[in-house]
Protein backbone atom coordinates (compact mmCIF):
# COMPACT_ATOMS: atom_id res chain seq x y z
CA UNK A 1 0.00 0.00 0.00
CA UNK A 2 1.11 3.97 -1.06
CA UNK A 3 0.20 6.42 1.62
CA UNK A 4 0.42 9.98 -0.21
CA UNK A 5 0.28 13.00 2.44
CA UNK A 6 -1.45 15.36 0.28
CA UNK A 7 -1.64 19.25 2.07
CA UNK A 8 -1.26 22.96 1.21
CA UNK A 9 -2.46 26.26 2.25
CA UNK A 10 -6.50 27.28 2.57
CA UNK A 11 -8.31 27.75 -0.57
CA UNK A 12 -5.20 26.56 -2.48
CA UNK A 13 -6.83 23.99 -4.92
CA UNK A 14 -5.88 20.83 -2.85
CA UNK A 15 -9.71 19.55 -2.73
CA UNK A 16 -10.19 19.66 -6.70
CA UNK A 17 -6.40 17.53 -6.40
CA UNK A 18 -8.00 14.94 -4.25
CA UNK A 19 -11.49 14.46 -6.13
CA UNK A 20 -9.27 13.88 -9.14
CA UNK A 21 -7.07 11.28 -7.29
CA UNK A 22 -10.45 9.73 -5.71
CA UNK A 23 -11.94 9.53 -9.66
CA UNK A 24 -8.84 7.75 -10.40
CA UNK A 25 -8.98 5.14 -7.64
CA UNK A 26 -7.37 6.14 -4.70
CA UNK A 27 -8.92 5.87 -1.37
CA UNK A 28 -8.93 9.52 0.28
CA UNK A 29 -8.64 9.92 4.40
CA UNK A 30 -9.74 13.26 4.73
CA UNK A 31 -8.46 15.08 7.95
CA UNK A 32 -11.46 17.60 7.76
CA UNK A 33 -14.27 15.08 6.96
CA UNK A 34 -12.84 13.52 10.50
CA UNK A 35 -12.24 16.33 12.03
CA UNK A 36 -16.56 17.93 10.97
CA UNK A 37 -17.89 14.40 11.88
CA UNK A 38 -16.03 14.47 15.37
CA UNK A 39 -17.30 18.02 15.50
CA UNK A 40 -21.67 16.77 15.50
CA UNK A 41 -23.03 17.69 18.84
CA UNK A 42 -22.03 15.87 21.48
CA UNK A 43 -19.05 13.92 19.71
CA UNK A 44 -15.37 14.18 20.71
CA UNK A 45 -14.47 17.64 19.35
CA UNK A 46 -17.37 19.28 20.41
CA UNK A 47 -17.49 18.35 23.75
CA UNK A 48 -13.84 19.26 23.94
CA UNK A 49 -15.22 23.17 22.73
CA UNK A 50 -18.15 22.94 25.09
CA UNK A 51 -15.66 21.94 28.15
CA UNK A 52 -13.26 24.64 27.21
CA UNK A 53 -14.55 27.64 26.33
CA UNK A 54 -18.47 26.88 27.58
CA UNK A 55 -21.72 26.81 25.45
CA UNK A 56 -20.90 30.49 24.06
CA UNK A 57 -19.48 28.66 21.17
CA UNK A 58 -22.57 27.05 19.90
CA UNK A 59 -25.49 27.99 17.75
CA UNK A 60 -29.07 28.11 18.45
CA UNK A 61 -29.18 24.41 16.91
CA UNK A 62 -26.26 23.38 19.49
CA UNK A 63 -23.69 22.89 16.61
CA UNK A 64 -20.24 24.38 17.07
CA UNK A 65 -20.44 29.06 16.04
CA UNK A 66 -17.15 28.39 13.67
CA UNK A 67 -16.65 31.69 13.30
CA UNK A 68 -16.53 32.44 16.58
CA UNK A 69 -13.88 29.89 17.41
CA UNK A 70 -11.66 30.78 14.55
CA UNK A 71 -11.81 34.61 15.74
CA UNK A 72 -10.86 33.33 19.36
CA UNK A 73 -8.18 30.39 17.87
CA UNK A 74 -6.70 32.58 15.09
CA UNK A 75 -6.13 36.19 17.34
CA UNK A 76 -4.53 34.20 20.88
CA UNK A 77 -1.47 32.01 20.37
CA UNK A 78 -2.39 30.23 24.23
CA UNK A 79 -5.60 29.17 22.51
CA UNK A 80 -4.32 27.85 19.20
CA UNK A 81 -2.18 25.83 21.07
CA UNK A 82 -5.09 24.42 23.27
CA UNK A 83 -7.30 23.85 19.92
CA UNK A 84 -3.58 21.51 18.17
CA UNK A 85 -3.25 20.14 21.80
CA UNK A 86 -6.80 18.92 21.90
CA UNK A 87 -7.76 17.85 18.27
CA UNK A 88 -4.62 16.33 16.77
CA UNK A 89 -4.55 13.45 19.17
CA UNK A 90 -8.46 12.95 18.42
CA UNK A 91 -8.02 13.37 14.51
CA UNK A 92 -5.38 11.29 14.57
CA UNK A 93 -6.57 8.30 15.97
CA UNK A 94 -9.65 8.35 14.13
CA UNK A 95 -6.93 8.41 10.84
CA UNK A 96 -4.90 5.78 12.61
CA UNK A 97 -7.84 3.64 12.40
CA UNK A 98 -8.84 4.51 8.70
CA UNK A 99 -5.13 3.32 7.71
CA UNK A 100 -5.42 -0.08 9.29
CA UNK A 101 -8.99 -0.43 7.79
CA UNK A 102 -7.31 0.22 4.26
CA UNK A 103 -4.10 -1.44 4.81
CA UNK A 104 -6.67 -4.70 5.72
CA UNK A 105 -8.62 -4.21 2.67
CA UNK A 106 -5.57 -4.31 0.39
CA UNK A 107 -5.92 -0.66 -0.88
CA UNK A 108 -3.40 0.44 -3.06
CA UNK A 109 -3.25 3.91 -2.86
CA UNK A 110 -4.28 5.87 0.09
CA UNK A 111 -4.34 9.73 0.05
CA UNK A 112 -4.14 11.58 3.41
CA UNK A 113 -5.74 14.53 2.84
CA UNK A 114 -4.66 16.75 5.78
CA UNK A 115 -4.32 20.63 5.84
CA UNK A 116 -2.01 20.18 8.80
CA UNK A 117 0.13 17.28 7.47
CA UNK A 118 3.18 19.10 8.66
CA UNK A 119 2.21 20.90 11.72
CA UNK A 120 0.68 17.72 13.31
CA UNK A 121 3.81 16.14 12.49
CA UNK A 122 1.56 13.06 10.54
CA UNK A 123 4.05 13.14 7.24
CA UNK A 124 6.17 10.31 8.81
CA UNK A 125 2.52 8.28 8.42
CA UNK A 126 3.15 8.73 4.48
CA UNK A 127 5.42 7.59 1.94
CA UNK A 128 5.64 10.73 0.10
CA UNK A 129 4.12 14.21 0.05
CA UNK A 130 2.33 16.35 -2.44
CA UNK A 131 2.25 19.88 -1.48
CA UNK A 132 -0.85 21.96 -3.19
CA UNK A 133 0.49 26.38 -3.60
CA UNK A 134 -0.35 29.22 -5.27
CA UNK A 135 1.27 33.01 -4.48
CA UNK A 136 -0.57 34.33 -1.02
CA UNK A 137 -2.25 37.19 -2.76
CA UNK A 138 -4.22 35.06 -4.50
CA UNK A 139 -4.97 32.70 -1.29
CA UNK A 140 -6.09 35.88 0.37
CA UNK A 141 -8.54 36.11 -2.54
CA UNK A 142 -9.84 33.00 -2.37
CA UNK A 143 -10.29 32.75 1.08
CA UNK A 144 -11.94 35.98 1.18
CA UNK A 145 -14.51 35.24 -1.91
CA UNK A 146 -14.97 31.26 -0.08
CA UNK A 147 -15.45 32.19 3.01
CA UNK A 148 -16.77 35.58 3.17
CA UNK A 149 -13.48 36.91 5.57
CA UNK A 150 -12.34 40.26 5.76
CA UNK A 151 -8.52 40.46 4.74
CA UNK A 152 -7.41 40.69 7.94
CA UNK A 153 -8.92 37.27 8.79
CA UNK A 154 -8.05 35.51 5.43
CA UNK A 155 -4.33 36.46 6.78
CA UNK A 156 -4.59 35.38 10.17
CA UNK A 157 -5.73 32.11 9.04
CA UNK A 158 -2.96 32.02 6.82
CA UNK A 159 -0.21 32.73 9.05
CA UNK A 160 -1.71 30.16 11.73
CA UNK A 161 -0.65 27.71 9.46
CA UNK A 162 3.09 26.57 8.62
CA UNK A 163 4.35 28.71 5.51
CA UNK A 164 3.38 27.37 1.81
CA UNK A 165 6.92 28.24 1.06
CA UNK A 166 8.35 25.79 4.04
CA UNK A 167 5.55 22.83 3.03
CA UNK A 168 6.84 23.17 -0.63
CA UNK A 169 10.69 22.64 1.03
CA UNK A 170 9.63 19.52 2.36
CA UNK A 171 7.60 17.98 -0.10
CA UNK A 172 8.24 15.49 -2.60
CA UNK A 173 6.19 17.10 -5.22
CA UNK A 174 4.77 20.88 -5.22
CA UNK A 175 2.11 20.90 -7.04
CA UNK A 176 1.36 24.91 -8.79
CA UNK A 177 -2.57 25.46 -8.65
CA UNK A 178 -2.69 28.81 -9.79
CA UNK A 179 -3.98 28.49 -13.32
CA UNK A 180 -7.62 26.83 -14.12
CA UNK A 181 -8.58 23.50 -12.24
CA UNK A 182 -8.17 21.92 -15.71
CA UNK A 183 -4.21 22.64 -15.67
CA UNK A 184 -4.10 21.85 -12.25
CA UNK A 185 -5.67 18.29 -13.32
CA UNK A 186 -3.39 18.20 -16.29
CA UNK A 187 -0.30 18.34 -13.92
CA UNK A 188 -1.42 15.90 -11.51
CA UNK A 189 -2.35 13.11 -13.83
CA UNK A 190 1.68 13.72 -15.53
CA UNK A 191 2.61 13.35 -11.88
CA UNK A 192 0.81 10.26 -11.50
CA UNK A 193 2.19 8.56 -14.86
CA UNK A 194 5.85 10.12 -13.64
CA UNK A 195 5.65 8.06 -10.05
CA UNK A 196 3.76 4.74 -11.76
CA UNK A 197 0.74 5.58 -9.28
CA UNK A 198 -1.07 2.41 -9.23
CA UNK A 199 -4.13 3.93 -9.87
Same mark, same amino acid.
Given at each position: ???????????????? %?? +?????????????? /??????? &???? +???? +????????????????????????????????????????????????????????????? %? %?????????????? &????????????????????????????????????????????????? %????????????? +???????? /??????
Amino acid at each position: MRIIGLTGGIACGKST %VS +AYLKQRGAVIIDGD /EIARELS &KPHK +AIWQ +AYVNHFGTKVLNDDNSLNRRLIGRIVFTDEQEKNWMNATMHPLIKEAIMNEIEKCRQNRVK %V %VVLDIPLLYEAGWD &KFADEVWVVKITRQLQIERIQNRDKLTRQEAESRIDAQMSLEKKAEKAD %VVIDSSGTPEITL +AKVARICE /ERNLDL
